[in-house]
């Protein structure tokens, strides 16, 4: 009743709402229920003031003409050049109306897509991440049934690409759709003819080669396929570096792909918010209604076929290119791309996959990548020594020095090295290993390999008290640690 007596006395919500305490809805609120009860229809408080007549028609012209999109900026600078003196904000409010009712008499009515188990898949592309400077293309899949999602990194979007990426999809589903739709791509409409899409002959190969149907959607109507442009739109925002989720960038298409591997695993995992069932579970289901995936990819468009030698290379026009070495004897395919030769292996459970990429080279220019290879065994110089005895075991077990006290007495060709070895295991069980290393390590630096040279260095690096270890002399310019000529005297007499 206060409030109601606040409302009489001001005629204004809000001042009635200040002298009642509360807020302005509410005094609207109770205002309404007594005119209702009273049998009186509600009136607003206070009416906007009308628009004139023509500047009304000429909005509702301009939304028309629109489709229903001009903004409201643009109208009123069309209102004001024919004398319209009215506020923006004005404006604003009926422009808004006038797309409203534009909606409501042409606006799009769709039903709801009911999807069927096994019929319909959709494929989409998405701007990846940089790697080394090329910016990688995102190749996202979606089975409209289990909502299972795809996502393959590729570098271009030429047709052996797109097929690479259909492959991997289609083994990734462990099954073919009966229809895949897209868009307007030159790799799969060629032209338009009265508004019917003209198919690539090459893609229709593919599609027959898998037993698809290639399908295309209304070109710029992303509406006619929203599972794979929302599928493109997470996967950007999870995949590719930003402020906004703090992924380092990667620096190999390998650190991309486990990626999109741990991302697939992640989605496909989680309650889909439709079905209130993992992906993965409905795709388990629907992979009754699914066609079988050929044994082979389909390789009309990937060039030209090679075998990989023993030394992991493919040559291509008397030119060597190198590809990695776990395909060695197996067969790839090799296309020229403008100035670069791409590698395609079509073998293993992942289906067809680009595994390498060069510039061109002429013969007798290798084009060789270090990390096609496995690590390389060490080398002469390289070499560290490896226990094949007991013996030898407990000396290597002194420390480095006496690995650099081996090398270094192997290389000088010193005599009896087996009786040595154990000699010096033995003087480490009686004085500790850290000075019988330590006078290893002497031994080394001073070239000093003869009989009782280690014994004497171990005696020297004790003499001082406290064990405080002297270092022995080693040999300089100025000086020799021969012990005398005098076994050449007599030569030549």
Not at 149 to 174: E, H, I, N, Q, Y
Not at 268 to 284: D, F, G, M, Y
């Amino acid at each position: 009743m206060e409030i109601l007596e606040a409302y009489d006395l001001t005629g204004s919500l809000r001042a009635a709402a200040k002298l009642a305490g509360c807020d302005h809805k509410t005094v609207a609120h109770w205002v309404t229920q007594r005119e209702l009860a009273a049998g009186v229809t509600p009136v607003a408080e206070r009416s906007r003031p009308a628009m004139s007549g023509l500047v009304a028609a000429k909005i509702d012209e301009l939304v028309e003409r629109s489709g229903g999109r001009i903004r409201a900026d643009v109208a009123h600078d069309k209102l004001v050049a024919i004398g319209y003196d009215g506020s923006s904000r004005t404006t604003r409010r009926w422009v808004a109306e006038a797309k409203r009712q534009w909606r409501r008499e042409h606006g799009r009515r769709t039903r709801p897509w009911i999807p069927e188990p096994g019929l319909w898949m959709q494929w989409d592309y998405g701007d990846g991440p940089v790697i080394d400077g090329r910016k990688v293309v995102l190749f996202c899949a979606w089975l409209a049934w289990s909502r299972y999602r795809v996502v393959v990194p590729l570098w271009d979007k030429t047709l052996p690409s797109v097929v690479m990426g259909l492959d991997r999809a289609f083994r990734l589903f462990d099954g073919v759709p009966t229809y895949a739709l897209t868009d307007n791509e030159k790799t799969v409409s060629v032209d338009h003819v009265a508004g019917i899409a003209v198919r690539n002959p090459q893609i229709i190969a593919v599609g027959h080669h898998y037993g698809v149907s290639i399908q295309t959607c209304v070109p710029a109507d992303p509406q006619s396929k929203g599972g794979s442009e929302a599928t493109v739109k997470i996967a950007k925002a999870d995949l590719v570096s930003t402020d906004h989720n703090l992924r380092p960038a990667y620096r190999s298409m390998g650190e991309l792909q486990d990626a999109c591997d741990r991302w697939m695993s992640d989605v496909n995992t989680r309650k889909h918010r439709s079905t209130h069932e993992p992906p993965v579970i409905r795709l388990a289901e629907e992979h009754e209604r699914l066609h079988r995936v050929p044994k082979r990819p389909h390789t009309v468009v990937f060039g030209e076929t090679r075998k990989v030698s023993w030394q992991s290379t493919v040559s291509v026009g008397s030119a060597v290119y190198s590809v990695p070495h776990e395909l060695v004897d197996q067969r790839v395919w090799v296309r020229a791309v403008g100035d670069e030769l791409i590698v395609v292996g079509t073998d293993g459970p992942a289906g067809a996959r680009e595994v390498a990429r060069h510039a061109l080279t002429t013969p007798g220019r290798p084009s060789i990548q270090d990390d096609h290879y496995p690590p390389r065994p060490a080398g002469a110089l390289e070499r560290r020594p490896r226990a094949h005895s007991q013996d030898e075991k407990q000396f290597l077990q002194i420390g480095p020095g006496a690995e650099r006290w081996l090398r270094r007495a192997a290389a000088e060709g010193t005599p009896r090295l087996r009786r040595k070895l154990a000699e010096a295991v033995d003087l480490s069980k009686l004085h500790g290993v850290e000075p019988v290393n330590r006078a290893l390590e002497s031994c080394a630096n001073a070239c000093r390999f003869a009989d009782g040279d280690l014994a004497r260095i171990l005696a020297h690096q004790h003499q001082r008290d406290g064990g405080e270890l002297v270092p022995f002399p080693t040999r300089g310019e100025d000086s020799s640690l021969q012990a005398s000529t005098k076994a050449w005297e007599g030569f030549g007499a």
